[in-house]
Structures are given as C-alpha cells and as structure tokens.
C-alpha cells in the first residue's frame, strides 16, 4: 500500500490491511498527556488510588490512546498525502491501556469515495488499537482526505 512518498488516494484499496510499529507508552507520557488536558483524575496519575480500582493500577487516559495510535499511523507513512483528518465514527473504548503496554494499529481500508474536488478523495478506515498481547484496546472508524496523484 505504500509508495515512496506515502500513499495517494489511488494507492488505498477495499480490503488492504496492515499494522504499525509498536510504541510503548510510559508514566512519562501519561504525565505530559494530563498536563496537555488539564485531566489530572486519581485514575491515571495516584498510583494508591489506581491499586483500589477494578483495574488494580493506574490506567492511561483513553484519548491518551487514541493520540499514541494517530501518531503510530502517521509514522508508519499512512498519512504522507493527507489533506485532513475528516472524522471518527462508532469509536469504542473496549479494554484499558496500562502505563508500560505497547500499542500498535491495525489498519483496514473499508472503502473510498473520489470526492467532489479532482485532487482529493476520501479513504474510510477502521482501525484496532491492540496491544502486545494482540487484545483490542479501542476500535472504529476513521475519515481521511487523501491526494490524488497529480
């Protein structure tokens, strides 16, 4: 699916699939993330707090998530021809990510539509955060407006 220069609008197909690079999320990050949201809740960042919840620990922000797997797709080349980001639906949050797990994205092509502009189109994904245990941490679908090759 992609090219030397990320992939065009032409270069997505119903049906390709592939997965990113793992990123290990750290206490670091979900520090910086609380910080950045002002979400400072006893669940993420009171370790004593976090040991009395059904989870047993502290547990990253679920948004946290969300942009740690935006950021594996973008290095992984998905978003080189990128136009904008077009819009989520039917995102769920399904299992919790806990600070030291590792997080890929699987990637599906749903579907595509060439748009009204000659230069764009619109690619339909949906994604899987997983972990490294291959357990679905978040899933749903993603809109992005994609080049065409000129």
């Not at 002002?38 to 998530?65: I, Q, R, W, Y």
């Not at 136009?83 to 995102?91: K, R, S, T």
């Not at 539509?113 to 291959?134: F, S, T």
Request: aromatic letters at 10%; proline letters at 3%.
């Amino acid at each position: 699916m992609l090219n030397s220069m990320g992939p065009f609008f032409e270069d997505f197909n119903e049906k390709n699939e592939m997965i990113t690079d793992g990123r290990t999320v750290t206490r670091a990050d979900i520090v910086n993330f609380a910080g950045v949201s002002g979400d400072f809740s006893p669940l993420h960042m009171d370790k004593e707090f976090g040991k009395k919840t059904m989870f047993g620990e502290n547990v990253a922000h679920g948004l946290c998530a969300m942009v740690v797997a935006s950021g594996n797709i973008e290095r992984s080349g998905v978003f080189d021809q990128i136009v904008a980001f077009y819009g989520i639906q039917d995102w769920k949050f399904t299992k919790p990510l806990f600070f030291e797990d590792t997080i890929r994205v699987r990637i599906k092509v749903e579907s595509k539509v060439a748009g009204v502009q000659p230069d764009r189109g619109v690619v339909n994904l949906y994604l899987e955060v997983i972990n490294q245990k291959d357990d679905v941490l978040q899933e749903g679908k993603w809109k992005i407006m994609v080049r065409k090759i000129k």
